[in-house]
C-alpha cells in the first residue's frame, strides 16, 4: 500500500539563482565570478550534441548565448545529434581553429578522450557542460559546469526509499543511453542509494530507454513481461521522458500507475503535470537556463584566471505533490 510520507528537500532555484549572481552557488561549489564587464574577448568553440532541436537546447541556448556576449566570449557553436563521430570530426575542426578555449558536452562519454588529447596537445583548455567526461579523462579537462547526475539519482532514489518506508517492494528501472556519462552516473546514484538505504527495495529488472518515450515504453512492456506484473511495486526511470513511456506501457497494460512508486528526474513540461495528477511520486528539477548560462560563466573564468571550482553544480531539488507548483521549479523545457 502506498505511503504518502514524503521528505521533500525544497531548495528554491530563485534563492539559488540570487546566490549565483552575488558570485556564490547552492553546494560545495563556487560560481565564478564573471571577472569584468568582458572587454576582453576570447574566442570559443562549443561542441554540443544538441541545440534548438532538442526541448533542453532551445532553453539552454538563449542564456548561454547572451552572457557568453556579455563576458567576450565569440562562440561557434556546433550540433553532433549525439553522434560521437560526428562530434569527434567537429573535434578536430575546433582544434584545428585554435580557439582560445572549447566548451564540451559529450555526446556520448567513453569517446571523448581522442578529442581531449587532441586539444592538451595543442595547448587549448576544455571546459565541459551538462554531462561531465568519464573520471579517467578529467585530467584532460579543467572544470565542470551542470547537474550533479550521481547526485540527481542519489535524490530520485531517496524519494523512493521514502515512499517504500520499510516495505519489501520489487522495482523496474529504465536508464538512458548505453555509454552515456549522465546515464551511468544516474544509474550509480540510484543504485547506490537503494543499496545503502532501502535494500528493502529490490531491482527486478532494468533496461536503457535511450532518452526516449517511445523506446522506454517498450522496454517496460519487455520488462513486465519478464517478471510478472503483479511483482512490479514500482519504477524509476533516469528521466522525465522515459518515465512518460513507463506510465503509458502501464496503462496499456491496464494498470494503474497511481498506486506504484515511480521516480524520475528532470521537472519538465512532461514530468510536472505527471507530479500534479499522481502518477508519478517524485522527480529532480533540472535548471537548462542554469546550465547554460553557467557554462559560459565557468569557461570565462578559466580563461581570466578567475577563482572557480572545478565542479559546479546546479542544485538538484527533489519535487513531489508538495511543491510541485512552486515558482522556484517551474518547468523550464
Not at 564573471?34 to 561542441?47: R, W
Not at 563576458?71 to 581553429?97: H, M, P, R
Not at 523496474?172 to 552516473?185: D, E, H, K, Q, R
Not at 547506490?192 to 522496454?219: H, Y
Request: glycine share 10%.
Amino acid at each position: 500500500m502506498r505511503n504518502t510520507r514524503i521528505t521533500t528537500s525544497v531548495v528554491g532555484l530563485m534563492a539559488a539563482a540570487g546566490l549565483v549572481l552575488s558570485g556564490c552557488a547552492t553546494g560545495d561549489a563556487e560560481t565564478p565570478d564573471a571577472g569584468g564587464s568582458g572587454e576582453e574577448t576570447f574566442e570559443v568553440y562549443a561542441l554540443l550534441p544538441q541545440g534548438t532541436d532538442q526541448p533542453y537546447g532551445t532553453t539552454y541556448l538563449p542564456p548561454f548565448e547572451e552572457t557568453a556576449e556579455e563576458l567576450g566570449l565569440n562562440l561557434t557553436i556546433t550540433n553532433s545529434q549525439y553522434d560521437a563521430d560526428a562530434q569527434a570530426s567537429e573535434c578536430e575542426v575546433a582544434v584545428a581553429a585554435a580557439p582560445d578555449l572549447i566548451i564540451l558536452w559529450p555526446a556520448v562519454g567513453d569517446t571523448v578522450r581522442p578529442c581531449l588529447a587532441a586539444a592538451s596537445a595543442a595547448g587549448i583548455p576544455v571546459t565541459v557542460t551538462n554531462s561531465d567526461v568519464n573520471p579517467e579523462d578529467k585530467d584532460l579537462t579543467e572544470a565542470y559546469s551542470g547537474p550533479d547526475t550521481y547526485g540527481q539519482g542519489v535524490s530520485s532514489a531517496e524519494i523512493m526509499c521514502d515512499l517504500a518506508d520499510g516495505e519489501e517492494i520489487g522495482i523496474l528501472v529504465v536508464n538512458g543511453l548505453t555509454g552515456n556519462s549522465t546515464a551511468i552516473n544516474r544509474n550509480a546514484g540510484f543504485v547506490d542509494t537503494v543499496e545503502a538505504n532501502c535494500p528493502n527495495v529490490t531491482i527486478l529488472a532494468e533496461q536503457p530507454g535511450n532518452w526516449n518515450k517511445d523506446d522506454s515504453q517498450i522496454a517496460v512492456s519487455e520488462m513486465l513481461t519478464a517478471v510478472g506484473p503483479e511483482n512490479v511495486d514500482g519504477i524509476y526511470a533516469a528521466d522525465d521522458t522515459m518515465v512518460a513511456g513507463a506510465i503509458d506501457a502501464l496503462k496499456a497494460r491496464d494498470i494503474d500507475p497511481e498506486p506504484l512508486y515511480i521516480t524520475s528526474i528532470g521537472n519538465t513540461f512532461l514530468g510536472n503535470p505527471l507530479v500534479v495528477s499522481g502518477e508519478l511520486d517524485g522527480t529532480v528539477f533540472q535548471s537548462s537556463s542554469w546550465d547554460g548560462e553557467n557554462a559560459a560563466r565557468l569557461a570565462h573564468a578559466v580563461l581570466t584566471g578567475a577563482d572557480y571550482e572545478e565542479n559546479l553544480f546546479m542544485p538538484s531539488v527533489k519535487v513531489t505533490a508538495e511543491n510541485a507548483d512552486d515558482p522556484s521549479v517551474a518547468p523550464e523545457w
